[in-house]
């Protein structure tokens, strides 16, 4: 509830003042138990800095959140280091993450000690158990991280998460390293984990087909800002803010027979250090007025919206009505 993280920085080479990035910037959303929220945008957009603010890896600057009714920036250090078994992270590069002197089976094991969850006696057959649950032989659990392909070793990382039997697990571009059809397999894994385990997910990543494969719902992100929240379909099928029209028309269409509208958006993001006034898109909104140069739009429900569905744009009604509801062909 209206997360912020600043970092302070040096203003620049002439500017020594210190000034912030405003990497999230006052966003509010919740996650319901048992789904997959997915939150989507460019690099640099704030997604996994709010990833890593939820699990108080990063503190945040301002905000509140609650974890389970418990407000989880209340916490001590060692009451949070017991509540992080109840929220896990994976990343994009597992690799990065396995220790290469340990064996699986030390990895997994080390997890569980560290949480205390599964007494010593019981973790050998808890890490076989693990070992199948995400598609991997037990023996395997033998092995060095350096022994696995880039797919495998993201099964590792999520047996690792797994190992404490957490409620959220925050996967943070946790395929995109991965080429298309591992990605698959990885995806579908974490769908039946989530069936199996009661697992709720918010899943980080810039790739929008990856996001329609996995979420319930999306939050669309853009310097630091939500600028679209909704369900997944209505996302698809009505997307109302022209950044998420944009992100969508990008996204290859199979049938070449079919026309889409294709908005390209102009120039790199602003650095969130500045950010432009108003709406923070304007510098590459095809759609820009005065107005939102000068105001700052909310995020509000257009008429036409399912309930839930929220967008933040002052001209969103006019941009549906001129150019339809789909700028990208559906499946
Ligand atoms: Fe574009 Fe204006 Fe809407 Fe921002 S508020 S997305 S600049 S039309
Ligand atoms: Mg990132």
Redesign the pocket.
Known sequence: KNLKKYFPVKGGVLNRKMTDVKAVDDVSFAIHSGETLSIVGE?GCG??TTGRAILRLEEPTDGEIYFDGEDFRKLSKSQLRKRRKDIQIIF?DPYASLNPRQKVKQILDEAMAIQGVVPKKDRPARIRELMEVVGLRPQQAERYPHEFSGGQRQRIGIARALSVDPKLIVC??AVSALDVSTQAQVLNLLKDLQRKFDLTFLF?SHDLGVVRHISDRVVVMYLGKIVEIADKKSLFDSPHHPYTRALLSAIPVPDPERKTERIVLEGDVPSPMNPPSGCRFHTRCPFATEICKQEEPELRTAGDMVDGHQAACHHMEEIVEQYGKTPSVQE
Do not use: R
Request: hydrophobic share 15%; proline share 0%.
């Open positions: 690099s997604k996994s994009q943070d571009e980080i």
